[in-house]
């Protein structure tokens, strides 16, 4: 299996199509990799400069027996937010929900757009090994067991709502008892020109409003789209676009769902099971805005595009930073151990997860020091894409491009922005045998219905994997 191949070796050694614009832009503030290391201690209450307090946690706290479990997904919400460092305060709430947290420094998503990302996060597995067709907006097939419905067979509530045309129909539906779209969408291929966030926030509330939560746990997702390109101007509310280049407008576009965010955090706050509600927070991925000549998001694997916010409030547990590197795969083990649910548990039709990450549970509550294991980033073949896949050790980061996955190694502390390429030394050894053998427990999953013909097309136009 994945996981164990990657903790033997630790212990040997969007929903959118991205587009290729000019680099006309100039390219924003990109925060440099933290070094990887251990738990820090708790934050005093100026958490924006991202200087931790001096002490540590005195005791591991004991979780609670009724915990439910929000998770709010921001699509296209890159890592240098103001929390970590970025100097414009764009995120208000978000930067205040985030002192409360326990929060990873450097989180990667599984991959780098939505349709990859969330599958990958559903089915606590890459997206490689998923059934799926093979589409850029791929469809992922009935016969993926996905976490929800192991929640769903255990008595867990479970509630969705999204803001894209592309959520029905995906096969991310399985598990949930109630998964609502927004009304009125369109959906364009090229990218996102809907504004949704005050009636996706209507609907999470109406969702959340059912009295039968009062007395019955849940576990409820909601993926936030209004980041997404296009970059939509929200002047009339009084936000502004901060300035003419694309990062700005962004910028705005964060600013405004993160307020809505807020009525939402309020909402919850309010209800009689908001003290015992766990609220995640992470993204599908980053964006590009004119790093190595791309813009949006999607193809490649590049840091400012894996590179996402990931935190947890946990009732009962301290806020503190984590600097290890670690996986929105863990993401779904996670909340099935918070909420009390074995994984092994088998879906209603018989099926049983096939996880491939961790828990995170015990480092969370610092019951566990964070153990440095491997980070995979998987991006499958695609109509439209060629594939790439990388594995993160540490600050090292070696990626795989094409078919024949020629291999390229990125020093992350001394190169953060992934200028300059290593191709040959003892470290780039090292590395590549890393890649090799973990390469070989990568189960692969062809798509039922983008066939060679398919993908060839896409192998072509990439330029046959160069």
């Known amino acids: 299996m994945l996981a164990a191949s990657i903790a033997l070796l630790a212990a040997a050694t969007s929903c ?27 934050r005093d209450a100026d958490a924006s400069s991202g200087s931790p307090a001096p002490a540590a946690p005195a005791a591991s706290p004991e979780l609670r027996a009724d915990y439910n479990v929000l998770v709010l997904s921001i699509d296209s919400l890159r890592a240098d937010m103001p929390w970590s460092g970025y100097p414009r305060e764009i995120a208000p709430r978000l930067t205040a929900l985030e002192k409360r947290a326990v929060s990873y420094t450097r989180a990667y998503a599984i991959s780098s757009y939505t349709s990859m990302s969330l599958g990958g996060f559903l089915g606590g597995r890459l997206p490689s090994g998923m059934k799926r ?26 509630i969705s709502a ?37 009636e996706h926030v209507a609907l999470a ?10 007395d019955k746990r849940f576990f409820a997702w909601f993926h936030f789209l209004d980041p997404h390109d296009v970059y939509v101007s929200h002047e009339k509310d009084g936000i502004p676009p901060y300035g003419p280049k694309l990062r700005d407008k962004y910028d705005a576009e964060v600013t405004f769902t993160d307020r809505h965010l807020g009525a939402l955090l309020d909402f919850v706050e309010a209800r009689p099971w908001g003290a015992r509600t766990v609220i995640v927070v992470t993204a599908d991925h980053g964006e590009a805005f004119g790093e190595h000549g791309q813009f949006a998001h999607g193809f490649e694997l590049w840091e400012n595009l894996v590179r996402v916010p990931m935190f947890f409030v946990v009732p009962g547990v301290p806020p503190r930073r984590i600097d290890t590197p670690r996986s929105a795969i863990d993401l779904a083990p996670t909340i099935l151990e918070l909420l009390g649910v074995d994984p092994k548990t088998p879906a209603k039709d ?12 015990a480092e969370l509550t610092g019951k566990e020091t964070p153990a440095e294991r491997d980070v995979v980033l998987d991006l499958p073949m695609t109509s439209d894409n060629d594939k790439r896949r990388a594995v993160v050790r540490g600050t090292w980061k070696i990626v795989a491009y094409g078919r024949e996955e020629s291999l390229r190694l990125y020093d992350l502390a001394a190169d953060p922005e992934e200028k300059t390429a290593i191709t040959r030394g ?13 390469a070989k427990d990568v189960k692969e999953v062809p798509p039922y219905a983008c066939g060679p013909s398919c993908l060839n097309r896409a192998y072509a136009r990439s330029g046959g994997g160069k």
Not at 350 to 361: D, F, T
């Open 16 to 42: 959118d199509r991205s587009r290729d614009r000019s680099a006309s832009a100039t390219t924003s503030p990109h925060a440099s990799a933290p070094p990887s290391g251990e738990a820090r201690a708790p």
């Open 133 to 158: 067709s093979g589409f850029f907006f791929g469809k992922y097939a009935p016969e993926n067991v996905l976490f929800p419905e192991v929640l769903q067979a255990s008595g867990v509530r479970t």
């Open 162 to 198: 999204h803001a894209h045309g592309y959520f029905k129909g995906a096969g991310f539906e399985q598990g949930f008892d109630a998964y609502e779209i927004v009304p009125n969408i369109v959906f364009k291929n090229e990218n996102d020109p809907n504004v949704t966030s005050p």
């Open 205 to 214: 509330t109406k969702l959340l409003s059912d009295p039968a939560l009062d």
């Open 350 to 361: 018989g099926g049983v997860l096939e996880l491939e990450g961790k828990s995170l549970v």
């Open 426 to 438: 003892e470290k780039f050894d090292e590395m590549a045998r890393l890649y090799r053998q973990l």
